[in-house]
């Protein structure tokens, strides 16, 4: 298991838009990946827990992964995030 503590930046958080890219690139990997916020974690490759969340411009959040190609679906989630979604 990895994980990565991001700070999510783009103007939107991860709302609608950023979220189904975010959960499109989570898909292309076969490992279990987790958000963290707080006290919650949902699966990041479910569009209502990622939602759920509630994650805004500034917040930080941690990326968990678990599995067979964690440690590149960490990294290229957590660079899909510094890109800001490439918005």
Same mark, same amino acid.
């Given at each position: 298991?990895?994980s990565?503590?991001?700070?999510?930046?783009?103007?939107?958080?991860l709302?609608?838009?950023?979220?189904? %890219? %975010? =959960?499109?690139?989570?898909?292309? %990997?076969?490992?279990?990946?987790? =958000?963290?916020? !707080?006290?919650?974690?949902?699966?990041?490759?479910?569009?209502l827990?990622?939602?759920?969340?509630?994650?805004?411009?500034?917040?930080?959040?941690?990326?968990? +992964? !678990?599995?067979? !190609?964690e440690?590149?679906?960490?990294?290229?989630?957590?660079?899909?995030? +510094? +890109?800001?979604?490439?918005?």
């Open positions: 298991m990895i990565k503590e991001i700070i999510v930046q783009n103007q939107v958080g709302h609608a838009r950023p979220a189904t %890219f %975010f =959960i499109q690139k989570a898909n292309e %990997f076969s490992s279990g990946i987790w =958000i963290s916020k !707080d006290e919650r974690r949902v699966n990041a490759k479910s569009l827990g990622v939602l759920s969340l509630g994650v805004t411009r500034g917040m930080r959040v941690t990326l968990i +992964a !678990d599995g067979a !190609d440690e590149a679906a960490v990294s290229e989630l957590a660079n899909l995030v +510094a +890109a800001n979604f490439a918005e």
